[in-house]
């Protein structure tokens, strides 16, 4: 049997906490910056926050499902107006500008002051014209 995605964020409660993962977690990363945790590739949020973003959902108009165990506690279905695959496309491109001046930021941070030095003034003189 093959699972076809709906084009909807799933989010999961799990004691105080709602999670989401994949695609939906990039989402959520992009309007909320809530951090992605690679090793789960989601993210996470207190039960605190939940009005918060679902309101920002349903501002983009990102249909949603929201789930307690295996029950459904709350969705909305914008249909043809879902904004889903145009927000996770803005989420995957800043996401990968981010990914890479994170790699960057890892590097500068092992460089001895010598290399420091160089790098930094390369970078003053890229972004002072």
Known sequence: MVKIKKELIELR????????????????????????????GGVGFPETAFNKVINALEDEEISYKVYEKDNI??????????????????????????????????????LNAKELDYVLE???????H
């Open 13 to 40: 409660k799990s004691g105080k906490f709602y999670n989401s993962f994949g695609d939906d977690a990039i989402i959520l990363h992009y309007l909320m910056g809530y951090k992605i945790v690679a090793e789960k």
């Open 73 to 110: 506690i709350a969705e909305k279905d914008f249909k043809k107006l879902n904004s889903y695959k145009s927000i996770l496309k803005k989420g995957i491109s800043e996401l990968s500008v981010e990914e890479r001046f994170n790699k960057i930021e890892k590097r500068i941070r092992e």
């Open 122 to 128: 390369v970078i003053e003189n890229a972004i002072s």
